[in-house]
């Protein structure tokens, strides 16, 4: 079973309007959250990394939460713009192993 | 900085053949570079690590002599898919990192390969 749930998987929204997306995990002991976008057909780029102190991290129009209690993050897109177009996916690791926990990412599309 | 670059982009090759994708670091030297698939939609799955003039460790359920990893330098790791079949059409994707196997490593632009 993924370690990693991400939800939802794909969504579709208009330019210029917000969307959250979620991820549950259950890494432990946690180590870090990181938040990848992926366009099609390329390798992951870092959005944000998140450590087990911080709550919240921006990167430009993304911002990233996270709650250790509860083992959830959300990545929130602000004023989205049609390159905003691809997959999310959220990648947790735990402490003391280096493999990294993937989740199956959520599909964006942004239409005009 | 941190650059990892990947080749070729896309490659079509026939059953039987084998092909080579290379994983490059362009501005730092990797240490450690790990190889990964991803089918539609689907995770990234670690394939195998590979860590610079020694062995790889391949995940379980990948086949060594299938996938011929090399890791000669410091910026440079080979991944040969030998006797490709078209269930090994896929998309590879290697990352990078400089501190070993416990810091950040940084992901090529992948590679499409299509066996035909």
């Known amino acids: 079973k993924n370690q990693v749930e991400q939800s939802p998987q794909s969504l579709i929204i208009l330019e210029g309007k917000n969307c959250t997306l979620q991820?549950?995990?259950?890494?432990?002991?946690?180590?870090?959250l990181r938040w990848y976008k992926q366009d099609t057909g390329r390798g992951p780029v870092s959005l944000t990394i998140?450590?087990?102190?911080?709550n919240t991290k921006s990167n430009g129009r993304y911002t990233a939460t996270l709650d250790a209690d509860t083992k959830q993050s959300s990545l929130h897109i602000t004023a989205s713009q049609l390159s905003d177009s691809a997959s999310y996916i959220c990648?947790?690791?735990?402490?003391?192993?280096?493999?990294?926990?993937f989740g199956a990412g959520t599909t964006v599309t942004v239409r005009a | 900085g941190a650059v990892v670059s990947q080749h070729p982009s896309w490659v079509i090759c026939k059953s039987g053949t084998s092909v080579k994708i290379e994983c490059r670091s362009l501005?730092?030297?990797?240490?450690?570079m790990f190889w990964y698939r991803q089918f539609p939609k689907q995770s990234l799955m670690l394939m195998a690590t590979?860590?610079?003039?020694?062995?790889?460790?391949?995940e379980q359920g990948v086949e060594k002599d299938k996938f011929l990893i090399n890791h000669a330098s410091l910026t440079l790791s080979t991944l040969t898919v030998t006797s490709a079949h078209p269930e090994d059409s896929s998309f590879y994707i290697c990352?990078?990192?400089?501190?070993?196997?416990?810091?950040?490593?940084?992901f090529g632009q992948g590679t499409r390969l299509t066996v035909v």
């Open positions: 990648v947790v690791s735990a402490r003391d192993d280096y493999k990294l926990s």
């Open positions: 990352s990078a990192s400089a501190g070993g196997l416990y810091t950040e490593a940084f």
């Open positions: 590979s860590n610079e003039g020694s062995k790889a460790t391949y």
């Open positions: 991820c549950n995990y259950t890494v432990s002991p946690f180590s870090n």
């Open positions: 998140m450590t087990f102190s911080e």
């Open positions: 501005d730092f030297q990797a240490t450690t």
